[in-house]
């Protein structure tokens, strides 16, 4: 069964220290791996694509990365305004997306 | 530019009532259309998704249908709700064409059956 599995589920910084979330996943056929962030009571907000493995991309203070069967997302000193969930989703080879169940990131000042 | 319209935001129902949640896309054509749903402190569960006028896929039995009866118009209905239907209903869209896979979220609607 195709699943995606989102680690920890649920992280408590302080501003300025850096850190990772993890996102595995056990399918087949990747055509995309997918990070977006949710705050409360929102939809989720698009942040990032990535097709292959060694392919990274960067915004601000995050950078994601993708090896054949995980993906990291790096977060650079974070600020209080970083607090939010971040869900990653598995794109194969239909029209849908796999979601995993999040991971809930607190930035305290 | 493209925008999606949810509503409404909030929705408190009695079990067994009926249900309808509208979702519209502006600003582009022929999108493929979806409904998540989002249990507290759980992730998005695909509900229904529709490539075109008419056609819709199923992905989890349930009491809840869809519709398009519209291009740019998805809809999710239930006839009568289960306290098991509560939830956080979000719409989403993407072009069949271009523009990789990426999927642009509304702002979803948080449903509360009593």
């Known amino acids: 069964e195709d699943q995606v599995t989102q680690s920890p589920e649920a992280l408590r910084l302080q501003e300025g220290e850096s850190s990772s979330l993890n996102c595995s996943y056990t399918?087949?056929?990747?055509?995309?791996l997918f990070w977006y962030r949710q705050d409360p009571g929102k939809g989720p907000e698009f942040l990032f694509t990535?097709?292959?493995a060694g392919e990274e991309k960067e915004k601000e203070r995050l950078k994601a990365t993708l090896t054949k069967k995980e993906s990291f997302l790096h977060i650079t000193a974070p600020k209080p305004e970083d607090s939010a969930t971040y869900l990653c989703?598995?794109?194969?080879?239909?029209?849908?997306?796999?979601f995993g169940t999040g991971t809930l990131l607190a930035v305290q000042p | 530019s493209q925008t999606i319209h949810q509503w409404p935001a909030t929705l408190v129902q009695p079990v067994g009532s009926p249900l309808s949640l509208e979702c519209t896309v502006e600003g582009t054509s022929n999108p493929n259309l979806y409904w998540y749903r989002q249990a507290a402190g759980r992730g998005l569960q695909l509900l229904f998704y529709s490539v075109g006028i008419g056609q819709i896929s199923s992905e989890v039995p349930q009491n809840l249908s869809a519709s398009r009866p519209q291009d740019r118009q998805f809809i999710l209905s239930s006839k009568k709700l289960l306290l098991s239907d509560s939830g956080f209903y979000l719409c989403?869209?993407?072009?069949?064409w271009g523009a990789g896979e990426k999927l642009f979220f509304g702002s979803g609607t948080q449903l509360s059956v009593l």
């Open positions: 399918v087949s056929g990747l055509r995309g």
């Open positions: 989403a869209w993407r072009e069949s």
């Open positions: 990535l097709y292959s």
């Open positions: 989703a598995w794109g194969g080879a239909t029209n849908k997306l796999i």
